[in-house]
């Protein structure tokens, strides 16, 4: 029995290794990648052109390696399976995305929100004292944190207003990983002193944002490709989000925030990103090298 079972194990690990070197030399079809980029982009919105074709090859490959699958076709049957592949779409999904992110990430388009948006709100909205913020795609929740640090400074009598940072992604995993707000110290270091000390508290070798901030933010699952029925928001943040829509995504996208924003809202893009020749119902303002855009009509 001892002998038998020394025999199997390697034969075991060796069709393991032997199936994995099969997966990655695996090459996608023309059918293949337009059955894979046309079910990625209906659901998602996300388009891959030809240019992405080794990069999506290479998600592939390792999520077929996930499900110890050696066919691009059975994992397409898998993932398109509305009963049974709905997660494993996400994951998919989500595998092609970078998530990269961090706290106050383009300071000077968050100084334009501090020092020119957040005032100007106070002023417009001191009777209501009602203020709600939509950080789409909001990745490990860096971005909705900042806001709400901000809004919490910047307001004084923060205790009197009635703040929500709605905080969507189409991550679970990072949705998941947001809700915790627990970063390491790197994450963490390029937050103002003064911040960190109001916000933060260290626990062992992390530091874990404060309930006071947590309650401010909303977090749930959303896909841009879909309507969620948002109105009368005074500020929405997208950024380095559009860059993996094509141009029609794109226009559904700006016309669906427009429709979500009150009006005289305002909508922070990346810095790469832009309403030229998408929309002419926002106002550009560019504030001491940060840029944002103000819905007008």
């Not at 989500?94 to 929100?113: A, G, K």
């Not at 209501?128 to 795609?137: E, Q, T």
């Not at 003064?194 to 626990?203: A, E």
């Given at each position: 029995?001892?002998?038998?079972?020394r025999?199997?194990?390697?034969?075991?690990?060796c069709?393991?290794?032997s199936?994995r070197?099969r997966?990655?030399?695996?090459i996608?079809?023309d059918?293949?990648?337009?059955?894979?980029?046309?079910?990625?982009?209906?659901?998602?919105g996300?388009?891959?052109?030809?240019?992405?074709r080794?990069?999506?090859?290479?998600?592939?490959q390792?999520?077929?390696?996930?499900?110890?699958l050696?066919?691009?076709y059975r994992?397409?049957?898998l993932?398109?399976?509305k009963n049974?592949?709905?997660?494993?779409?996400l994951d998919?999904?989500?595998?092609?995305?970078i998530?990269?992110t961090s706290?106050?990430?383009?300071?000077?388009?968050m100084?334009?929100?501090?020092?020119?948006?957040?005032p100007?709100?106070i002023r417009?909205?001191?009777?209501?004292?009602?203020?709600?913020i939509?950080?789409?795609?909001?990745?490990?929740?860096?971005e909705?944190?900042?806001?709400?640090?901000?809004?919490?400074?910047?307001l004084?009598d923060?205790?009197?207003?009635?703040v929500?940072?709605?905080?969507?992604?189409?991550s679970?995993?990072?949705?998941?990983l947001?809700?915790?707000?627990?970063?390491?110290?790197?994450?963490?270091?390029n937050?103002?002193p003064?911040?960190?000390?109001?916000?933060?508290?260290?626990?062992d070798?992390?530091?874990?944002?404060?309930?006071?901030?947590?309650?401010?933010?909303v977090?749930?699952?959303?896909?841009?490709k879909?309507?969620?029925?948002?109105?009368?928001?005074?500020?929405i943040?997208?950024?380095?989000v559009?860059?993996?829509?094509?141009?029609?995504e794109?226009?559904?996208?700006?016309?669906?925030?427009?429709?979500?924003?009150?009006?005289?809202?305002?909508?922070?893009?990346?810095?790469?990103e832009?309403?030229?020749g998408?929309?002419?119902?926002?106002?550009?303002?560019?504030?001491?090298?940060?840029?944002?855009y103000?819905?007008?009509?």
């Amino acid at each position: 029995m001892i002998g038998a079972s020394r025999v199997q194990q390697p034969e075991g690990c060796c069709a393991v290794s032997s199936e994995r070197v099969r997966v990655s030399s695996m090459i996608l079809t023309d059918d293949e990648f337009k059955l894979f980029s046309q079910l990625i982009y209906n659901e998602s919105g996300i388009s891959i052109k030809e240019a992405k074709r080794e990069f999506l090859q290479v998600r592939l490959q390792k999520r077929l390696q996930a499900h110890r699958l050696v066919s691009y076709y059975r994992y397409y049957k898998l993932v398109s399976d509305k009963n049974q592949g709905q997660r494993e779409l996400l994951d998919l999904v989500d595998s092609l995305t970078i998530n990269e992110t961090s706290f106050f990430r383009n300071r000077p388009q968050m100084d334009v929100f501090a020092d020119m948006v957040i005032p100007e709100l106070i002023r417009r909205k001191s009777a209501l004292k009602r203020l709600r913020i939509w950080s789409a795609g909001c990745s490990r929740g860096h971005e909705p944190y900042s806001i709400a640090m901000t809004i919490l400074k910047r307001l004084g009598d923060a205790d009197s207003w009635d703040v929500k940072v709605l905080a969507s992604d189409i991550s679970l995993r990072v949705l998941e990983l947001a809700q915790r707000g627990s970063y390491t110290e790197l994450e963490v270091e390029n937050v103002h002193p003064g911040y960190r000390d109001s916000f933060f508290k260290k626990v062992d070798n992390q530091f874990q944002v404060i309930p006071r901030l947590r309650k401010l933010i909303v977090f749930d699952y959303h896909n841009l490709k879909h309507e969620n029925g948002l109105s009368g928001l005074d500020a929405i943040f997208c950024r380095n989000v559009m860059i993996y829509f094509d141009r029609e995504e794109q226009q559904r996208l700006i016309n669906k925030f427009h429709a979500s924003l009150a009006e005289g809202g305002y909508l922070f893009l990346g810095h790469t990103e832009t309403l030229q020749g998408l929309s002419d119902k926002f106002r550009f303002i560019y504030h001491n090298k940060g840029a944002v855009y103000q819905k007008t009509g």
